[in-house]
């Protein structure tokens, strides 16, 4: 078995798309197709990193896929970005952990409350992503079976407070008025407007206007799933 179907095997076993993937490195979903198909390989940080995303190690991806013994060199910097870059100045976060929160205190994030303020009061998870806090989905306004991207109730997404926001980045917004942030696609049209996107081709209100009344919580690094 090659390093490319290793790879696809993992990444079929965890559910994933190739864009997701790839989304978990900001590159395309015909990278990892590269990938997959053996016409290029992963760099050595990319590896490690490869190896968190997909919950295998560096020595299964590359066992015997060229057919020799492969020796990986990483270099501190590499190990240190993978998952344990992810504490917040100031606080007593768990190293390479990241706190499950409910919806309502992520509506209050940044504002009221912040990864010091929780301590044991909730779940600390590791994440493959980077960013300040990990939520469950609930609903199925993000449920998309079709498509690259789809996000089923119960699904774990980890959240970046620092990433700019951009069209087509999925994203947590609190709108005024409402209890509870909502999860949504970020749509940039031609004439410079913004809408909310629901991606699950059935929602009964696909698009809501964002407008002033709603503020980026912050951008989504990445899904999983609990086994």
């Not at 998952?83 to 992520?106: C, E, F, M, S």
């Not at 779940?123 to 996000?151: A, C, H, I, K, Q």
Request: with cysteine; hydrophobic share 35%.
């Amino acid at each position: 078995m090659s390093l490319g179907d290793r790879i696809r095997e993992k990444r079929k076993a965890k559910g994933w798309s190739g864009q997701q993937l790839g989304d978990v490195f900001g590159i395309s979903r015909s990278s990892v197709s590269d990938w997959e198909r053996g016409a290029t390989r992963p760099d050595p940080d990319k590896l490690v990193r490869l190896a968190d995303a997909l919950n295998t190690s560096v020595e299964y991806l590359l066992d015997n896929s060229d057919g020799k013994p492969v020796v990986i060199t990483q270099s501190p910097e590499s190990v240190k970005h993978t998952i344990t870059d992810r504490n917040v100045a100031g606080t007593d976060q768990p190293a390479g952990k990241l706190p499950v929160i409910t919806w309502a205190q992520a509506g209050e994030w940044g504002e009221k409350l912040n990864a010091k303020d929780l301590g044991d009061s909730v779940e600390w998870v590791t994440s493959p992503y980077p960013g300040e806090f990990v939520l469950r989905v609930v609903g199925d306004s993000m449920y998309n079976p079709g498509g690259d991207l789809s996000f089923r109730d119960g699904d774990l997404i980890s959240v970046s407070t620092q990433r700019e926001v951009a069209h087509k980045k999925l994203v947590v917004v609190q709108r005024r008025g409402e209890a509870v942030p909502t999860f949504k696609q970020y749509l940039v049209e031609n004439d410079g407007s913004v809408l909310l996107h629901a991606l699950n081709p059935s929602w009964p209100n696909k698009y809501l206007p964002f407008d002033g009344d709603c503020r980026v919580v912050g951008v989504v690094t990445g899904q999983w799933r609990e086994h």
